[in-house]
């Protein structure tokens, strides 16, 4: 492994997932391992489970590369000031340094839809992309990334704009869609709403859509009508790997 290799580790709600990273290439070098999360996703119980991951990928790698890891909270100076499918316990605390201490290594500690995002901008969907990009990915939630002539900008939370009197992912992320049993065109009228909104806020150049539903694409795209292109992402489940692991390096 070379010096072009870095580390990514991605924490979700239901997996620890984690590989080395071509940073050239954009892609996967080594086997991509996945651990479930914990029950209850407490802190020491993810600090614990991501240091077995870690040993693992060490395992395949040729002395200590660099360490990125995406988390699904808002991140600000290493601390999580939220908590998304994951213990409460998490929000306030330092949570750079509090892996650092577990992987005992330094690292870099972002929000997962940011890391995301940064993926698609580096190796994906908006490489080479001018202006501004927002990947939204379309899940549990609606998470966001702004992007602005390659500069990422953090946390931007945009699932949770209030739109007709609603915290805008409870009626279009993807869960939304199998919890009240929607049909793709009555989804898909309401994604016309949100992105119709986002748009007007903040004019942006390009919608990239992440998230496992993308691999529907032709099932809801063609029902939008928006001035903006809006594209797939192309790295899915691996996007949050790829760019936390970019990022580790930048």
Known sequence: MTTGHAIGIDIGGTGIKGAVVDLEAGTLVSDRIKIATPDGGKPDDILETTRE???????????????????????????????????????????????????????????????????????????????????????????????????????????????????AESRAAYSAMEREDLSWKEWAERLQRYYSHVEFLFSPDLFVVGGGVSKHWDQFAPMLDLRTPIVPAQHRNNAGILGAAALAVR
Not at 83 to 90: L, Q, R
Not at 119 to 139: K, M, P, S, Y
Not at 145 to 164: F, K, R, T, Y
Request: charged letters at 25%.
């Open 53 to 167: 991951l870690l040993d693992r990928i060490d395992g395949v790698a040729e002395g200590k590369l660099p360490v990125g890891v995406c988390f699904p909270a808002i991140v600000k100076q290493g601390r999580t000031l939220s908590a998304a499918n994951v213990s409460k316990k998490w929000i306030g605390l330092p949570a750079e340094e509090l892996f650092e201490e577990a992987l005992e290594r330094d690292i870099h500690f972002v929000n997962d839809a940011d890391a995301a995002g940064y993926a698609e901008i580096r190796f994906g969907a908006a490489a080479g992309q001018d202006g501004l990009v927002i990947l939204t990915t379309l899940g549990t939630g609606i998470g966001s990334a702004l992007i602005h002539d390659g500069v990422l900008i953090p946390n931007s939370e945009l699932g949770h704009l209030e739109i007709d009197g609603f915290d």
